[in-house]
């Protein structure tokens, strides 16, 4: 193993002198581009390919995301796609039980996998000279997962387990599962992602071998690849691991959700968990495709992100008023919602809180913001952006979280442009927009 | 005659045609339910892709203060990393906490920035800053935008140069550490790390590290100022950099901002490691409703860094407790259904290490959790590994490092850990070769000279689940979350014993 460490020792005396002179030495405040080289090619199954390379490090990223997630359940069947998921670590043709995991682990790799509304996504980082290894053990379980009664009844057992723990860990689960049901008037949209406990415990191999076998197909995933890779090879790789499996059938696309009504709706929810009174606000806003995306990104910078964001400073620092508050946009599928939750120490704090709150909502509303104040949050956001292309993994999933939205890739520079293009002028029209009376409040009283 | 012939031609030709159809059909079949050859077994690897380190550059001011640069350029943001050796070991006898404190009021205020101009400025850059105390230094973590480097490296030096220590901006912080401690000690694996090293360093200068939430409440800012002035100084401090920088500017940037900091001696008097525990210990921690055990077992290892046994030290520790695979989840979990997860770890401290087994189990297989775990102990000094055991942990370790020097931050951590312990070669430049030369007979050995004295156990539980399952115990120590010892429990002897 050979590499090139070099330690270069340089004694600089440079004292007083240079400080004196004031010299600026600060770095040119260019934008730089973070865009990199894909390659992107469909197999003969329909399974969309991405590859990315990236030299710094001998390691590869694979992830594969399936176009799956909670609102493909059937009522009654809730929990299903998150089974699956912890499904796929039980073994397939050739891999035992767990194997998954300890092949990974064993070369010092690191893996996981993550279900949400509407996207169920596995993904692994490992030494490059390994990918034969992921490629294998990820195109076997997408070919013959092991659905077995053993496997089932551990699964569902594991499951109930953590919805349980999940509830004892946050006192606000209910109340949060109470107003995602005002948020979102479908129910496939709203229900649990953990499902509920009943639900889970009346699941059948039937139900979990159809999900399996409709959404678990090629022409319903996307292979994300990121890291030291040779491209051909990789694509023979790719080929020779993942074209025989066969083409699933097309997926009927999901019924469109009731809308949401357009007015003002208060509710009041008992919670016998909670700790101290709070209450969350939502608002529908425009779908996650919408150009207003943009800048509902930096708006909720601004509101709600660092500890100098508006909702923080006023709340949490100067007034005191609430001691919890978190919140931002939420996307599912293609909905949207803007979502803050505040917990606060008595019911006098939480309606000052939420006179606080929209007397700060209709400032954005009708006072443009200033060009520091915008930077700032422009600044933030665009840290957390670049941070996703530090490593092989981010890029990966990065690139697969895109296309299963998308249904493309975009360059992420260019992405990246668009969010530092909001202007003040434009903050101000969306907050206008969206920041309506047709607001859904939740207020949460302890029982 | 011929008729029938005919027919009987036919009828044969018909039977042979339905036999090949049914052949090719069945072929088929066959070809379609036999998987590829490919498919039944895992693939091997290719050879192991060159690994080229980052690479690193130094400079030092006239000031004493050491500037370390690692390059690395996929990413417009710059890690800043500052090390000051004035971890919680540094504290006065009687002022422990003084250290943290004093880190926690690094970014409160300076000279004519109030804590609020600081955050605002922090969050102009894009950035996130944090500050730690270990028990030997003291860290201070900025993430900023490439384009401030400049105005971060400005900030920092105002923060660290003429921190503002406000009396009430500390009795907030005070305020605040107190409550963090308080949550923190619902958490049964901070209690259980806690208590380890509350038995272990007992009467040690790192003990200091250990401090309930009371004595934050009487630190002064004169404690603080005092605590500042006698650490915080160039020559005691080493800036590292990560990110798209060339050393000229970098230094010149670093030198700018830095190079009126005053050098003063600052004396770090040996200490020596702390005695290794020489008895079986059995320490219940109470945590009320607690309905699992989470036990660590632990002991000091008088591991000189420099002494080349750190990295057989790795691949023992591996083949122990090191992920899923290792002995200890094997057994604990997979095998006896005992534990939710086992591992093994190992910390690193200036003259010494802590090796640490821990594991989080059903409260009825307490007892027979921690004699798996002894088990596991006797079975590697034994020499009860196998070479492919071995292979199999440095196999491990090797694939894993890239990992570790991915992101900005963790490459930062990984080169500062290098040289703040000294250990440059084992961390850093020659740990991939290293690695790879450690063999079973070093393994053996190590485990042989560290492994075989007895470690101290803690059981972080409610007590009213765990004592049941204890009972085989001679000698149990009980004590609150505050370490405070309630009382001792001794086995009765049996008639036969008396």
């Known amino acids: ?447 | 005659m011929r008729k029938h012939l005919f027919y009987r031609m036919k009828r044969r030709s018909w039977l042979n045609l339905c036999l090949c159809l049914l052949l090719a059909i069945f072929n088929w079949n066959s070809l379609l339910l036999s998987q590829e050859r490919f498919r039944k077994t895992p693939p091997y690897p290719e050879s192991l892709a060159e690994l080229k380190l980052p690479e690193v550059d130094s400079a030092s001011l006239s000031n004493g203060l050491a500037l370390y640069l690692i390059h690395r350029d996929n990413v417009p943001i710059i890690n800043l990393r500052l090390i000051v050796f004035a971890g919680e070991s540094s504290s006065p006898e009687k002022l422990p906490g003084v250290a943290t404190l004093t880190a926690k009021m690094i970014n409160l205020g300076a000279l004519d920035l109030s804590s609020a101009e600081i955050d605002e400025r922090i969050e102009f850059m894009g950035g996130n800053f944090t500050s730690s105390v270990y028990d030997d230094y003291s860290v201070f973590d900025f993430n900023f935008l490439e384009e401030h480097l400049d105005d971060a490296i400005g900030l920092l030096s105002r923060m660290i140069l003429f921190p503002a220590f406000k009396k009430l901006e500390i009795e907030n912080m005070k305020r605040s550490m107190k409550y963090e401690l308080l949550n923190k000690k619902s958490d049964p694996e901070f209690l259980a790390r806690r208590q380890i090293h509350r038995l272990l360093f007992k009467g040690h200068p790192y003990e200091k590290s250990i401090y309930n939430e009371d004595v934050i409440i009487n630190l002064t800012q004169r404690d603080l100022a005092a605590f500042y002035d006698k650490y915080y100084k160039p020559n005691n401090s080493i800036v590292f950099l990560a990110g798209n920088l060339n050393l000229p500017t970098a230094s010149r940037i670093v030198s700018r901002h830095f190079s009126t900091w005053q050098r003063k001696e600052v004396n770090h008097p040996f200490l020596p490691p702390p005695k290794a525990s020489d008895r079986k210990r059995i320490c219940v921690v109470n945590l009320p409703r607690a309905k699992d055990a989470t036990i660590y077992m632990g002991n000091v290892l008088s591991m000189p860094g420099a002494s080349g046994e750190l990295l057989p030290l790795f691949v023992l520790n591996q083949v122990l407790g090191g992920t899923t695979a290792s002995r200890l989840f094997m057994n604990l979990r997979e095998s006896k259904g005992y534990a939710y997860w086992a591992f093994s770890e190992i910390e690193i401290f200036k003259n010494f290490c802590i090796f640490l087994i821990k594991t989080k189990v059903l409260a009825e297989v307490t007892y027979k959790s921690i004699e798996e775990a002894f088990n596991e102990l006797k079975s590697v000094t034994d020499g009860e590994i196998s070479s492919f055991e071995i292979e199999q942990a440095k196999s491990y370790l090797i694939g894993n490092f890239p990992l570790q020097i991915e992101a900005l931050p963790s490459l930062s951590f990984k080169v500062s850990e290098s040289r703040i312990f000294n250990l440059e070669d084992e961390l850093w430049s020659k740990y991939y070769e290293k690695i790879m030369l450690v063999n079973s007979q070093q393994v053996f050995e190590t485990a042989r000279k560290y492994l075989l004295s007895t470690p101290v156990v803690v059981i972080v539980g409610d007590p009213k689940n765990i004592i049941d399952y204890i009972t085989e115990f001679e000698e149990i120590e009980f004590y609150d979350n505050r370490g405070i010892l309630q009382q001792t429990i001794k086995k009765e002897k049996s008639s036969e014993d008396r």
Request: aromatic share 10%; proline share 4%; net charge positive.
């Open chain 1, 1 to 447: 193993m050979s590499r090139s460490s070099k330690s270069r020792k340089t004694i600089l005396i440079i004292g007083l002198f240079l400080f004196t002179l004031g010299v600026n030495f600060s770095a040119p405040s260019q934008e730089k581009k973070i865009s990199f080289p894909i390659t992107q090619f469909e197999l003969k199954n329909g399974l969309q390919v991405i590859l990315a390379e990236d030299y710094s490090l001998p390691l590869v990223s694979v992830v594969v995301g399936y176009n799956v997630g909670s609102i493909n359940e059937s009522p009654g069947k809730t929990g299903l796609a998150y089974l699956l998921q912890k499904m796929m670590f039980q073994g397939s043709e050739n891999v035992g039980r767990m194997q998954h995991i300890k092949l990974i682990d064993n070369i010092g790799g690191i893996l996981n996998a993550t279900t949400t509304e509407d996207k169920t996504i596995f993904y692994q980082t490992v030494p490059s000279n390994q990918l034969a290894r992921v490629l294998w053990l990820e195109s076997d379980r997408m070919n013959s997962l092991d659905v077995n009664s053993l496997n089932i009844e551990q699964v569902k057992e594991a499951l109930i387990e953590e919805n349980r723990n999940r509830k004892e860990a946050n006192p606000y689960f209910e109340s949060l599962l109470a107003f995602d049901n005002l948020l979102y008037p479908d129910p496939a949209f709203s229900h649990p992602i953990i499902g509920y406990e009943a639900d889970i415990r009346e699941l059948t191999a039937e139900d979990i071998k159809n999900f399996y076998k409709t959404f678990y197909t090629p022409n319903n995933a996307v292979l994300s690849i990121a890291g030291n890779i040779d491209k051909r090879k990789t694509e023979r790789e790719i080929r020779k691991y993942f074209e025989t499996i066969p083409r699933g059938n097309n997926i009927s696309p999901l019924p469109e959700s009731d809308p949401l009504e357009k007015k003002e709706m208060v509710k009041t929810f008992e919670d016998s968990m909670a700790t101290s009174p709070a209450f969350y606000l939502g608002y529908a806003v425009a779908s996650p495709s919408s150009a207003d995306f943009y800048p509902l990104t930096i708006l909720e910078y601004i509101l709600l992100r660092g500890k100098t964001s508006r909702l923080y400073k006023r709340l949490i620092e100067r007034e005191r008023i609430g001691f919890n508050l978190i919140g931002g946009l939420e996307k599912r599928k293609n909905l949207a919602r803007f979502k803050i939750f505040i917990v606060s120490n008595n019911w006098m704090m939480v309606e000052r809180c939420q006179k606080a709150l929209f007397s700060e909502l209709n400032k954005v509303r009708i006072t443009p913001i200033s060009e520091e104040e915008i930077l700032k949050s422009k600044n933030l956001f665009k840290m957390d952006y670049l941070r996703q292309f530090e490593t092989s993994l981010g890029k990966a999933l990065s690139l697969a979280e895109t296309f299963l939205e998308k249904k493309r890739v975009d360059d992420p520079g260019d992405e990246l442009e668009k969010y530092l293009a909001v202007t003040p002028y434009i903050i101000m029209r969306t907050a206008k927009r969206y920041f309506t009376e047709e607001s859904i409040i939740l207020n949460v009283k302890i029982k």
